[in-house]
Structure formats: structure tokens, C-alpha cells
């Protein structure tokens, strides 16, 4: 009898040691899975990746408004919006976004969004990528702690409207209130899926 409450005894003391130390496993299980989590949190985004969240902000913010005016008062007056508004709001994001913020084209409508030497390079670059069907990437350059950010603003249908051809693809008013309003125009004769021009960004290093 006393040799039977010796081994239920043994027996208790090691499923209570067996126990403990599955629990202490488990603890530590758990610490590691809470630090990985911990970890993770701290990626940030790459250049590209914070180029292009400044690039499709300022797209919206342009986009809302331009679509907004165009369907509430038509082509003209959107035309008009564009002529007015257009710079102003790209400025405001850039104020937002702590960078320079441009939309700039080898075809300008705006003199003010003419391309210079480096951005007109780029715009040759992703026409060719375009045309060869290939990925579309940005382009990154880094000079000393500046990051310079460039992707395409390739047209759609809606472009054409006031892009497409003069000879019949663009509205007679419209043609009519494009050259009363950008005298030098040259931004058009444009088809679908054609590079327009491109985003030119420029932002501190982190």
C-alpha cells in the first residue's frame, strides 16, 4: 500500500513538471510571434512606393475636380478649370505631401509644364515601354539626399475629349475654347494609351 502512494505520488510530481514546462514552452512561443509582429510594423515603404502615393493623390484630387466641372458644366468649362485651377491644386499637394510635384510633357498645353533636358529623356523612355508592351516602373534617382521620382500619365478616352484629334476627334467648341485659352497649344493628336507625359517628383531621403 505505502509503495502504491509512493509511485501516485512520483507520478503527480511529474505531470505537474511536465506540465509547467509545456506552459513555459508555450510562453515563450508566444513572446516570439508578438516580436515578429513587432518587427514587421517597422517596414517602410520604398522611394517608388511613397513616389507613387504623392503621384495618384494629386491624380485624385485633380481628377475629382475635373470631372466634377466637366459634368456639372461640360468640356469648356472644365477646359477652363484646367487653365485655372490646375497648377494651383498640384501645389497644394505638394505642400502636403513636403515635395515638388509636377505634370510636365514634351507636347505642352501650359508652357509651364514643359518638360526640361532629364524629363524629356524619361518621356522617351516609358513611350518605348509602352509601345513594347512591357511593365511599367518608375524611375528613381537619388542625388545626395534627394530622391527624384518620374511615371507616365498615359491617356485614356476621357483624355481625347480635349486631347484626341483636332481633325474630327475634338468637339468644335472645345477645339474653339482650347486655342482662345493656350495660344501655343500642342498637347493634342493624341490616341488611347499613348504617354501624355509624366510625373516629376522631387522629395527629401529618408
Known amino acids: 500500500m505505502k509503495y502504491s502512494l509512493y509511485t501516485i505520488a512520483l507520478f503527480s ?12 514552452e508555450t ?20 522611394y517608388a512606393q511613397i513616389g507613387l502615393d504623392m503621384a495618384f493623390s494629386t491624380k485624385k484630387q485633380l481628377g475629382k475636380n475635373l ?15 484646367c ?3 490646375a497648377i494651383p491644386l498640384t501645389d497644394s499637394m505638394a505642400t502636403v505631401h513636403k515635395a515638388t510635384i509636377k505634370r510636365v510633357s514634351d507636347k505642352t498645353r501650359n508652357p509651364n509644364n514643359k518638360a526640361n533636358q ?11 515601354v509602352l509601345a513594347n508592351g512591357e511593365e511599367i516602373s518608375p524611375i528613381l534617382e537619388t542625388v545626395n539626399d534627394s530622391i527624384y521620382f518620374y511615371y507616365p500619365i498615359v491617356t485614356n478616352g476621357m483624355c ?8 474630327g476627334g475634338i468637339d468644335a467648341k472645345v477645339l ?28 527629401k531621403a529618408k
Open 118 to 128: 532629364t524629363e524629356l529623356k524619361n518621356i522617351e523612355t516609358f513611350k518605348k
Open 27 to 46: 510562453n515563450i512561443s508566444s513572446e516570439k510571434i508578438v516580436k515578429i509582429e513587432d518587427d514587421s510594423s517597422k517596414i517602410e515603404p520604398s
Open 13 to 24: 510530481i511529474m505531470l505537474f513538471s511536465s506540465c509547467k514546462n509545456e506552459k513555459k
Open 83 to 85: 487653365n485655372v485651377k
Open 176 to 203: 474653339s475654347a482650347i486655342n482662345k485659352l493656350y495660344p501655343t497649344d500642342t498637347a493634342t493628336g493624341y490616341s488611347k494609351n499613348e504617354v501624355r507625359g509624366i510625373w516629376s517628383i522631387h522629395f
Open 160 to 167: 481625347l475629349k480635349c486631347h484626341g484629334n483636332p481633325t
Open 67 to 81: 470631372m466634377g466641372t466637366m459634368k456639372k458644366k461640360g468640356a469648356i468649362e472644365a477646359l477652363k478649370f
